[in-house]
């Protein structure tokens, strides 16, 4: 029998069954909702056959754990699992446009899905993690990015110091954020085929991480605060990467 997840949230399910629609087993929806953004749901289910149930907020509350559903929850059969010879695809495909956004052990899946919403919308081509002490592409990653998860290839690799360098060898320059770099983000010349690495909150990038990238930069803080959520933060940089390649 094949493996199968629950995905859940109006804009999580609708991305999905817009993207694959043959991974939907069943549909459920909270009994007596009526209104725009279910109804698209319910299009889409109907234009590819699907059957929808209806449920009570109890019953819903149980299969996803309590979580913030919206009313929708859905049993999909388990997404492909991407790893480095998907990532050569991509590698090869987009050549010297390539834009990469690697996490090194985040392991918040709501970080994870604040990541993958904010990697969707600078154009990002792909997100990488390592296999082992990251977080992984949860029910709740994929709510939280809000239908980024199935727009943006997300890509474990099993050894990470290994990947880089592969991705170096491409040409593709490498930039790890770090608190005590001395050229900070908006010094520093953010343009060509790239990949921004992003390290955990409180320990940053390991030891490992940070020696395979090419530059190390930091983000200007004027205030109080001496660091960023992860998630803020990478929203910071990619966005200032999309500037400077735009220019």
């Known amino acids: 029998m ?8 109006l804009h999580a399910v609708e991305a999905a069954l817009q993207n694959e629609p043959e991974r939907f087993i069943e ?28 449920a009570n907020r109890r019953a819903l509350d149980e299969k996803t754990h309590n979580a ?24 090869d495909k987009k050549g010297q446009s390539i834009f990469l956004l690697v996490l ?5 899946p709501h970080n994870i899905g604040a ?20 977080a992984s592409l949860t029910s709740t990653a994929r709510k939280v990015a809000c239908g980024a998860a199935e727009a943006v290839p997300f890509i474990q690799v099993t050894n990470l110091s290994r990947t880089l360098k592969h991705i170096q060898d491409k040409g593709i320059w490498i930039v790890g954020t770090a ?12 343009t060509g085929p790239m990949a921004l690495v992003m390290g955990a909150e409180g320990k940053g990038m390991r030891r490992l ?6 530059e190390l930069i930091s983000i200007p803080m004027a205030g109080e ?13 990619l966005f200032e990467i999309v500037r400077q390649r735009n220019l």
């Open 68 to 91: 913030r559903h919206q009313g929708v929850v859905a049993r999909v059969k388990a997404a492909p699992t991407l790893n480095e010879s998907d990532l050569d695809v991509i590698l």
């Open 179 to 190: 608190g005590e770099a001395t050229s900070t983000l908006h010094q520093a010349k953010l």
């Open 104 to 108: 090194d052990g985040v392991t918040d």
């Open 209 to 214: 991480t940070r020696e395979n990238c090419d």
């Open 2 to 9: 094949s493996k199968s997840e629950t995905i859940y949230g």
């Open 225 to 237: 605060v001496s660091s960023l959520n992860v998630s803020v933060a990478t929203g910071v940089c």
């Open 27 to 54: 549909l459920h929806v909270l009994k007596g909702r009526e209104d725009n953004r279910l109804n698209s749901i319910l299009h889409l289910a109907k234009r590819i056959g699907l059957p929808v149930q209806t």
């Open 115 to 134: 990541c993958l919403r904010t990697a969707d919308a600078a154009g990002v081509d792909a997100l990488i993690v390592p296999k082992d002490k990251s």
